[in-house]
């Protein structure tokens, strides 16, 4: 009995060891891409719109770049979910609020309820999404005023430039690859095909 909790304790220590070792490389590349990406939508952004009228960035993108930059071979970080779950949560979350613009709270819990069973029934589950979805019932005048536009930009846009610097910075090195299965296009295209 002793030396089975020994052993626990020694396969404890190590695993906790592992988990808490900090791998520079890694936090770097997570930095660039996750900069690259925030920075590259904000200064978009910046070209068309005022300051206070941020429409490119919104809050569900910080939580995206915490998967797909830091977070790489997680399935929810997938091509597939960050743009699929971006995007079916902005039309969930718009037509939600065209139905119930008045009742903030049935639009913006049908919006964030409705978007998960979407994504879990498309395969496309992404935590953000719920984000998007909600933006879409809460945002400020201006994201409510864009309607159906809001899916395309700032959503699809936004998601775009983050999923190319995506590509971009986690194949950078050897030790990074994304997305998880390189032929995912492949496949896709495949089962898609008319």
């Given at each position: 009995?002793?030396?089975?909790?020994?052993?626990?304790?020694?396969?404890?220590?190590?695993?906790?060891?592992?988990?808490?070792?900090?791998?520079?490389?890694?936090?770097?590349?997570?930095?660039?891409?996750?900069?690259?990406?925030?920075?590259?939508?904000?200064?978009?952004?910046?070209?068309?719109?005022t300051s206070n009228d941020n429409l490119f960035l919104i809050g569900s993108f910080g939580a995206s770049s915490v998967l797909i930059y830091g977070s790489i071979n997680s399935p929810l970080a997938q091509p597939r979910n960050l743009i699929g779950g971006h995007v079916l949560s902005a039309i969930v979350g718009v037509t939600i609020f065209k139905l119930?613009?008045?009742?903030?709270?049935?639009?913006?819990?049908?919006?964030?309820?409705?978007?998960?069973?979407?994504?879990?029934?498309?395969?496309?589950?992404?935590p953000p999404g719920g984000a998007t979805a909600l933006i879409a019932t809460i945002g400020s005048e201006k994201i409510i005023s864009l309607g159906y536009i809001y899916i395309v930009s700032p959503v699809l846009t936004g998601v775009i430039i983050l999923f190319l610097v995506a590509l971009i910075f986690n194949n950078a090195t050897s030790h990074r690859s994304y997305p998880k299965n390189k032929n995912w296009y492949k496949r896709w295209a495949t089962k898609y095909r008319y």
């Open positions: 009995m002793r030396n089975k909790i020994k052993r626990q304790v020694r396969v404890a220590r190590y695993v906790f060891y592992k988990e808490t070792l900090i791998d520079t490389k890694e936090h770097f590349w997570t930095f660039i891409g996750s900069f690259t990406g925030i920075g590259l939508i904000g200064y978009l952004s910046s070209l068309f719109f119930f613009p008045h009742e903030a709270w049935l639009s913006s819990a049908l919006a964030v309820s409705l978007s998960i069973v979407v994504m879990q029934a498309t395969k496309t589950l992404h």
